[in-house]
């Protein structure tokens, strides 16, 4: 089989692949249009963000077989017709789930305990004790939306610390012995904290906003590794100088476009505000980003287009 490769991936793809007999080919810059004219020749397509693969890519992979997508989400690609087309979808949210589980923690644990503004005041020659003091997670309820890969990752990492862990998710039944599944009015009522583990969707998209933040009982602290576009900014910022919002840790943001190019061109208030706001955590969409992760994600890969074709 022939396989295109849009973005630079594990080199293990590459090489696995060679071993199991397919033809690999590499294009890293052609537009969409131009892959469009050339992919009716391939069996096979590896792809990260890089562009969305719609009814119009579809209609011209005449022969695809079979897509693998580095990551977790399948936002930018129709998947819905992508089965009726007969194509086999691989994503790999197993290969990062560990990786995301990690960063959470790390996030959340930074942000109550003021790690990021101490380091920079005490760079600077200040040395602010009680304007520093943090937050014990002992004896939080982690309220976990999304009980998939990474919501039941975040939730072992949890396991050593003295909370209570409840989670809200759309299907019935993922509760587990880390985590006891709720409605969401208990969710709202219960949690000190909240971290979302949600695909973009729509019914995900822009679900964290002033009503939902409003409903909960207490005020918490957000943290988001999921998909930017689940929160309102605008309304976020509302929550956070109201104090109902303690703080947020977010690695993902509602203004990113699918290959995050130009973040910075863009301007809006609210954005301006976080960045300055002491008691928000911002970085790159990294939660899944490290260096073990990027060969488990293609590892992942190869390991389920094997099973399917091999």
Request: proline residues 2%.
């Amino acid at each position: 089989m022939k396989v295109l490769h849009l973005d630079i991936n594990h080199p293990l793809l590459l090489e696995q692949f060679t071993h199991l007999g397919f033809e690999n080919h590499e294009d890293y810059t052609a537009t969409k249009e131009e892959i469009e004219k050339k992919i009716h020749l391939y069996d096979g397509v590896i792809i990260r963000s890089r562009f969305t693969l719609d009814q119009q890519f579809f209609d011209k992979a005449t022969n695809l077989k079979f897509i693998g997508r580095l990551g977790a989400g399948l936002e930018n690609i129709d998947a819905e017709y992508a089965k009726q087309k007969n194509v086999f979808l691989a994503s790999a949210p197993e290969g990062n789930r560990n990786a995301v589980g990690e960063h959470t923690l790390g996030m959340l644990l930074s942000l109550m305990n003021k790690m990021t503004k101490a380091n920079r005041e005490v760079k600077k020659g200040k040395w602010d004790r009680e304007g520093n003091r943090g937050v014990e997670l002992d004896g939080k309820t982690v309220g976990i939306i999304g009980y998939g890969n990474m919501g039941k990752a975040f939730a072992q990492k949890l396991k050593g610390f003295n909370v209570e862990i409840i989670c809200y998710d759309i299907v019935g039944g993922v509760g587990d012995d880390s985590a006891r599944q709720v409605g969401i009015m208990e969710f709202q009522q219960r949690s000190d904290i909240v971290s979302l583990h949600v695909p973009q969707t729509e019914l995900t998209t822009g679900m964290v906003n002033s009503k939902f933040i409003n409903a909960f009982h207490k005020p918490f602290w957000l943290i988001n590794t999921a998909r930017g576009k689940c929160v309102v900014t605008k309304d976020l910022v509302t929550g956070l100088k109201s104090e109902k919002i303690l703080g947020a840790g977010l690695d993902v943001l509602e203004y990113e476009k699918k290959s995050f190019e130009n973040m910075f061109a863009q301007k809006p208030k609210a954005f301006k505000y976080l960045r300055k706001a002491k008691n928000v955590l911002l970085t790159p969409h990294v939660a899944g980003w490290t260096i073990e992760s990027k060969e488990k994600l293609a590892q992942t890969i190869v390991d389920k287009i094997k099973a399917r074709f091999c």
